[in-house]
């Protein structure tokens, strides 16, 4: 098994941490893991992106031009990676802030409102675990048990307290993912 | 099993220089390699091993500290990114000419100038053939991963000392900026004084009584005495080439082309033969771990199985390809493809000049 993902949106919407959690799920569970951000001029734009690869085996390139599964959270995003998702793949965006939704058809395409969701739960911060747990529903890659070992591992001890919150995010994205 | 973390490649460098005992790390900012001192930093390696991190005041500063530390026979070390390194060459050709150990690593950036941040593997000719003056050579050693940045770093300092050599470890922004799972090694014990002094003969930490002044210099004004020197260093070089040189070969065996890359070329180039045999194309890939010493051997080895040639990738014009082109000496094809300036290139594009410049041209 090998997955690998693109989480694209705006710098401060937990683009990185999400994939770092993810990465850190698939260390848990034995796999091997890479995280490759965009640091360059295009991050200090205000756009945030980072390649997650999840596999039993070695991991060849950290970077990609095309991908399994494309997290999408703003519309740039959508122009750049949409057309970047394998046939047969899967694109899961949060439609808030989203002009033109995807057209593509040789995909499965998923939504989940996870910024609605989130200032619902009273948390803006919490917005990624939503869309993270949503992820997690359609594609059931990392174990909900793995994500919070990671985030005990990845969190320094003094938010500790905030992981219970982070799980009750995660099981908001995963009943909330509908197919588009 | 070590400890197991997912770390940058920058701060798994970082990690290793403590665990490997180093005594000093002398360094100065720039991206895409500063997390080394800001992880060094915030972990206080003083209070886990007594090791001095010090933000030097400028790159020529922290390369002169390594001579001054390393010429005591302690375990000193330097990092920095293109621009920096190459304010670093006048030192790096005096620590080679006074034989004193020391590892320096370098995150690689787009050039030349102070071209760009990201990710580049152009400073090949700079790192193998010395950007310094003089007839000299640094172990160079490339690592391709993020458990290699950390694995590397005691390596280093082993074949630094053996030889008495400055090693340099060659990653990019690629490698530096990644995370990665690490499995990080139990820490080595920094040496005492005492055990410094044993060790190292070679070392000027101080006379004893009743023996010579030790002396670690690069000048010697008699031509003679400096071609006498020059040619111990060329024995010591000889005997590291033989012994030294590392490379790893993937799927090499049924390959009738063969991929040349090192670093994060490499791991590219592997995601393009997996592209590749899937269209039924059987290509290799050669990965080069040691830059210097280079890996002829497996080269001259394929030259004489019949290879049908051979494709080195590097985020360069074309530098390596110049190293592979002296081993093979016109007997097969030898094409180079790479995006640079700080541009990565894809997988496709790689398989996309495998087929062109080698199987179609």
């Excluded at chain 1, 219970?164 to 908001?172: C, G, S, Y």
């Excluded at chain 2, 030294?244 to 049924?254: K, Y």
């Excluded at chain 2, 030259?303 to 590097?314: A, D, P, R, S």
């Amino acid at each position: 098994m090998t997955e690998e993902i693109i989480i694209a949106g705006f710098g401060g919407q937990g683009v990185l941490s999400m994939g770092k959690i993810l990465a850190y799920s698939g260390i848990m569970q034995d796999q091997e893991v890479s995280w490759m951000p965009a640091y360059g001029p295009e991050m200090r734009g205000g756009t945030a992106n980072v390649t997650v690869i999840i596999s039993d085996e070695r991991i060849s390139s950290p970077t990609l031009t095309a991908y399994d599964t494309a997290i999408i959270l703003n519309q740039q995003s959508m122009d750049k990676f949409e057309h970047s998702v394998k046939p047969g793949g899967v694109l899961l965006y949060d439609p808030n802030g989203i002009i033109h939704p995807p057209t593509r058809t040789d995909i499965t395409i998923y939504k989940i409102e996870g910024a609605k969701l989130a200032a619902e739960m009273g948390n803006t911060k919490i917005f990624n675990m939503i869309v993270l747990g949503g992820y997690m529903k359609v594609k059931p890659i990392v174990k909900l048990e793995n994500v919070i070992k990671g985030l005990k591992k990845s969190l320094p001890e003094r938010y500790h307290k905030l992981i219970p919150l982070n799980e009750d995010a995660i099981t908001m994205g995963m009943k909330n993912v509908i197919e588009n | 099993m070590g400890e197991l973390r997912l770390m940058k490649g920058n701060e798994a460098l970082a990690e290793a220089a403590i665990r490997a005992g180093v005594d000093g790390y002398f360094g100065y900012p720039i991206t895409p390699q500063s997390e080394v001192i800001e992880y060094l930093m915030s972990e206080k390696p003083h209070e886990r091993t007594g090791m001095v991190v010090l933000q030097a005041e400028s790159e020529v500063a922290s390369i002169n500290m390594l001579y001054g530390g390393g010429g005591t026979g302690k375990k000193v070390m330097t990092s920095s990114s293109s621009p920096g390194i190459s304010l670093m060459q006048e030192g790096l050709s005096y620590l080679a000419g006074a034989e004193i150990p020391c590892v320096v690593a370098n995150v690689v950036r787009g050039g030349p100038g102070l071209g760009d941040i990201q990710p580049a593997q152009s400073d090949y000719f700079q790192s193998v053939k010395g950007g310094g003056h003089g007839d000299y050579r640094l172990f160079v050693i490339a690592p391709a991963s993020v458990q290699e940045m950390s694995d590397f770093v005691p390596l280093a300092f082993d074949v630094a000392f053996k030889y008495r050599i400055p090693s340099l470890i060659v990653s990019d922004g690629l490698i530096g900026q990644m995370m990665e799972k690490v499995e990080l090694f139990d820490p080595i014990p920094r040496l005492t004084d005492e055990e410094v002094i044993a060790r190292y003969p070679w070392a000027t930490n101080g006379k004893p009584k009743g023996k010579e002044r030790r002396i670690l210099t690069s000048l010697d004004l008699d031509p003679h005495k400096m071609e006498r020197h020059n040619w111990a260093l060329q024995e010591k070089y000889k005997l590291i080439e033989e012994n030294e040189t590392r490379f790893e070969l993937i799927g090499c065996d049924d390959a009738e082309y063969i991929i040349v890359a090192y670093g994060s070329s490499s791991r590219i180039a592997q995601k393009s033969i997996q592209l590749a045999r899937k269209k039924g194309i059987k290509v290799g890939l050669l990965r080069l771990i040691t830059l210097w010493p280079f890996p002829k051997k497996p080269i001259e080895e394929f030259v004489k199985n019949g290879i049908k040639g051979f494709l080195t990738v590097e985020m360069s014009a074309g530098q390596m390809i110049e190293d592979v082109k002296l081993v093979v000496e016109g007997r097969a094809k030898v094409e180079h493809f790479g995006r640079y300036g700080g541009v990565i290139h894809s997988p496709e594009e790689v398989l996309e000049a495998l087929e062109q410049k080698l199987i179609g041209g």
